[in-house]
């Protein structure tokens, strides 16, 4: 097997709020759509993320937990300078995110803040300095 990563698929609470968080709020294109159901965006030359209504989610892989704080997974989104952390931080503000905790340099030797989407989902927007960090760059 390839080391590849092909889709990321996150239940929705509310697929309605998502769209409005991640197209309209972020400005992203869906690159499918059905509503009510699902909702895909090209996130990378060959990622997906897609956001699942739960009911079917759970319909397909099984039923959910559902404990309560922090989903235990993060995304992240990697950009070139420390301004753009906090220029990434401010659109997902505007968007909506709540909450967001502003970027701060990091033990890791980078600058990185996160904001959580509709559902709770953490995303990390970081910048690295690192090897590993150019890596993921475009």
């Known amino acids: 097997m390839d080391p590849r990563l092909s889709f990321i698929t ?3 609470r509310d697929l309605t709020a ?3 968080f991640y197209a309209d709020g972020l400005g992203w294109s869906p690159a499918l759509e059905v509503p ?3 909702l895909m965006f090209q996130v990378g030359e060959r990622l997906v ?3 699942w209504a739960r009911d079917a989610f759970e319909a397909e892989v ?3 937990g559902d404990g309560h704080g922090v989903p ?4 992240a989104h990697n950009v070139s300078t420390p301004e753009q952390v906090d220029q990434v931080l401010a659109l997902a503000r505007a968007a909506g995110a709540d909450p967001v905790v502003e970027g701060m340099e990091r033990a890791w030797g980078g ?3 996160y904001f959580a989407d509709p559902d709770g989902f953490r995303w990390e927007i ?3 300095p690192g090897e590993i960090g150019r890596l993921v760059l475009p």
């Open 72 to 75: 235990p997974l993060t995304l």
């Open 111 to 113: 600058y990185s803040g």
């Open 36 to 38: 009510g159901e699902v």
């Open 49 to 51: 993320l897609s956001l």
């Open 10 to 12: 996150l239940a929705a």
């Open 126 to 128: 970081a910048w690295n």
């Open 62 to 64: 099984g039923t959910l």
């Open 18 to 20: 998502s769209r409005r």
